[in-house]
């Protein structure tokens, strides 16, 4: 053997007559069974390969691969694994010069092929599937940084590694669950397939170009589709853990696209494979963290919302086509539930990876397809009842729920336009209790920003609020903007949550978190007025009989606004406000106990059966509180003025019992509250009959408008065109001369007071009048 590489290093032109002469040998050999002299020859090919690296090696390497092919052919387990290293150890020599003619198409479909062997030994079997891994390993790195090689990103070898690998990675997955003794266990940590597998499958992946991702990829998604292994989850998951790790960061967008495009493509499956798909995305996004979303941010949104919308609407209908014919799948409703809730936590997981520019804008985007009733329907889908609204609005918000939380933003104007503001306190003053308590929680979770809400969650009454740890910042000058600009809107919300009959324990939990954090996070003095303001309002409404409240929500109505006023009184530190906080809370604790929150938010409250003769020391007194605030320079003015919700159009559009009720109301609460009593007259007497008047007159307008809209359209459609034309043609005339007019007037020169002046063409004009004496219609005189 040292003669012979001596020889052919000291002659290299001689190479490939050798190897002619070798592959001749050991074909002859294979084919006669003789199996040592095969090894014998595999052995010295192997050397000589290893030895010789001049330019002429191509040609040896051919009749080299020959002979690598004629082992593989062979059914014979042994020859087929010494082919393969033969094969690895080729794989790993770097050549010199490219080869132009090579195809390693055989070496792919032959090497997945053994991947997959059926041998009935155990043993062997492994060993053939483990030479399977290390060929295709062999394969890919031979031919991936070589251009001029055949192109192995090409879907048809794509298609047959990739399913190799995984299939290896799975079968090792059962395998293992038979856990071994630890003696075998010794032996087998070696290396095991599945380890083999993954380290392949990392490299394929590691190597992978921009252009490749997508070839990668596909395979992957077929191979999971056609064994059904989305429903597992834990299978789907690892891979695409592996393909992110393994790929570079700056591509990972592109495997988060093509999982988004099969989540599509899969849309009429089952839930649990379209759950499947939504929980490899979650555990996708996670790692590929900021470069996940990639350049198309909302497209990524987009889709999971479709995902949602569509299942909301399965699981409603109960079938995948609207039809309920038989031979649809039948649609588990829990099934849909589950995939809703992944649906909902993707799309956190998506957002948390955002920068807090680019999430205000998921948010709004999120809030435009959130059908709002009168505002704009014409997103609720045809034939959807209120209940597919309903859900959808639930999903929904709790979608914003989850994109919203740990939401960190310096500037509440840019993050809370009144684009996403207005929409979303909208949904407060509908009558569902649920969807108040997510958008009470989205507010909640956007006006904290130092992690306060916690403190606020147990409503009670706390003699030294430094046992809170509150963190209070100076407030900003955006802040103050903010408040300016939507402090009323946000008072107006608390005051309505309150009033609601529907509302329970968490409800009142969420609205005092959210006067707590107004009063930390948001308070100017301006702001602490109104807010003490509306902690009186709230009071005054416990306490009107007219309101149908039970008594429930009348106790826990006057607790806030204990509780609150004691928060506050605290946090302005006015000691005589505090005094008298304090003082109007022991007589509670001592005779009404029961309006105090402590004995409200419990499980099972002990109430009065109803809230008679609530009067004297137990109320908080709006005058006293004016005149000790007053002393240390707040706004008395403004204090002494009773709060007064403004109402505007949006209640008319959510859907209220009747507008009656609300006007009524208003000047009722206007004529109590007057601060000396006096009697003040409503400006205008405004009865039942009046209303009625304006409803239905607006409704008889709204009717001819329509008529008067109908036939336009008719007659467009329906006359001759000489009729249109001539129609329009009168238009433009008329047009036309009014313009004229308009020009006649407007163009002619300013008149001046200095006698003639010759215009531009030479003619001169008459004198004209002095400003002084000119004539002035008396609508133009101030």
């Not at 309101?547 to 946090?571: D, F, G, T």
């Not at 209303?691 to 709204?702: F, R």
Request: net charge negative; glycine share 4%.
């Amino acid at each position: 053997m040292e003669k012979l590489t001596f020889y052919a290093l000291s002659a290299p032109e001689k190479l490939d007559r050798i190897g002619a002469y070798l592959s001749e040998r050991l074909s002859r050999d294979v084919a006669r069974h003789r199996y040592g002299y095969v090894c014998i020859a595999m052995e010295a090919l192997d050397q000589l390969l290893m030895a010789c690296h001049c330019q002429s090696i191509n040609l040896f390497v051919e009749s080299f691969l020959k002979m690598v092919r004629k082992l593989l052919e062979s059914d014979k387990p042994s020859l087929q694994i010494l082919g393969t290293n033969s094969f690895v150890k080729f794989a790993n020599i770097e050549e010199d010069t490219p080869s132009y003619h090579r195809s390693y198409d055989f070496f792919v479909s032959r090497f997945s092929e053994m991947c997959h062997s059926s041998f009935e030994d155990p043993d062997i079997r492994t060993k053939i599937r483990m030479a399977g891994i290390k060929g295709l390993q062999g394969v890919v790195r031979k031919t991936v940084n070589d251009e001029l090689q055949a192109n192995i990103w090409d879907p048809q070898h794509m298609d047959k590694i990739v399913p190799s690998l995984l299939f290896n990675l799975q079968s090792g997955q059962r395998t293992e669950s038979r856990s071994p003794s630890p003696l075998q266990a010794s032996e087998k940590e070696k290396e095991s397939p599945v380890e083999l597998t993954e380290r392949c499958f990392r490299e394929l992946l590691g190597r992978a170009a921009y252009g490749n991702i997508k070839n990668a990829v596909t395979p992957v998604l077929m191979h999971l589709d056609n064994h059904s292994l989305w429903e597992g989850k834990t299978f789907a998951v690892r891979c695409f853990k592996i393909i992110m790790y393994s790929i570079q960061s700056q591509h990972s967008h592109l495997v988060i696209q093509q999982l988004l495009g099969h989540l599509d493509a899969n849309s009429k499956n089952s839930a649990t494979v379209r759950a499947g798909i939504v929980e490899v995305l979650l555990e996708a996004a996670a790692i590929a963290a900021s470069g996940s979303v990639g350049p198309t941010v909302l497209e990524v949104f987009n889709t999971l919302l479709r995902q949602l919308r569509l299942s909301v609407d399965y699981e409603l209908t109960g079938s995948y086509d609207g039809s309920t014919n038989i031979g649809t799948k039948i649609i588990k409703a829990h099934e849909e539930r589950q995939l809703q809730e992944a649906v909902i936590r993707t799309i956190g997981s998506f957002a948390n990876t955002l920068p807090t520019y680019q999430r205000s804008e998921v948010m709004l985007f999120i809030m435009g397809k959130i059908p709002v009733p009168g505002i704009h329907p014409a997103l609720t889908s045809i034939g959807s009842g209120p209940e597919v609204t309903r859900m959808i609005q639930v999903m929904l918000l709790k979608s914003l729920v989850q994109v919203t939380a740990g939401f960190q933003t310096t500037n509440m104007l840019t993050a809370l336009p009144s684009s996403f503001l207005e929409p979303l306190l909208s949904f407060s003053l509908t009558e569902d209790p649920e969807l108040r308590l997510l958008v009470l929680q989205i507010l909640l979770s956007l006006i904290d920003r130092h992690d306060n809400t916690a403190k606020f969650s147990d409503i009670s009454i706390i003699s030294d609020i430094s046992v809170l740890k509150l963190k209070v910042d100076k407030c900003s000058r955006q802040d103050n903007l903010f408040m300016k600009k939507h402090g009323q809107q946000l008072y107006r919300h608390i005051y309505l949550g309150c009033k609601e009959p529907s509302s329970g324990g968490q409800h009142y939990e969420s609205l005092f978190a959210l006067l707590g954090l107004l009063s930390v996070e948001l308070a100017n003095e301006e702001v602490v007025v109104d807010l003490i303001r509306l902690a009186l309002a709230l009071q005054d409404l416990a306490l009107s009989t007219d309101e149908a409240l039970p008594v429930y929500n009348r106790c826990a109505v006057h607790a806030i606004a204990a509780a609150y006023l004691n928060l506050i009184c605290q946090l302005t530190t006015v000691p005589a406000f505090c005094q008298h906080i304090h003082e109007v809370i022991e007589v509670r604790q001592k005779e009404r106990s029961y309006l105090l929150p402590e004995d409200v938010f419990i499980d099972n409250p002990k109430l009065p059966s109803s809230l008679e003769k609530v009067e004297g020391d137990v109320l908080f007194l709006q005058s006293k509180i004016t005149e000790v605030l007053g002393g240390s320079g707040y706004n008395t003015d403004r204090l002494a003025t009773p709060y007064v919700p403004q109402y505007t159009d949006e209640d008319r559009l959510s859907k209220r019992k009747s507008i009656g009720e609300t006007i009524s109301l208003q000047v009722e609460v206007e004529s109590r509250n007057s601060p000396e009593k006096e009697e003040r007259t409503p400006a205008e007497e405004i009865t039942f009959e009046t209303l009625k008047n304006a409803i239905v007159d607006s409704v008889g307008m709204e009717e001819q408008e329509r008529e008067r809209r109908r036939q336009v359209v008719e007659k467009f459609q329906k006359a001759p065109f000489e009729e249109i034309a001539a129609h329009c043609g009168a238009r433009a005339t008329l047009l036309q001369s009014k313009l004229n007019q308009i020009f006649e007037i407007t163009i002619r020169p300013p008149p001046s007071p200095s006698g003639t002046i010759s215009s531009g063409y030479g003619q001169s004009q008459s004198r004209s009048v002095p400003l002084y004496e000119m004539k002035f219609p008396d609508l133009c005189v101030y």
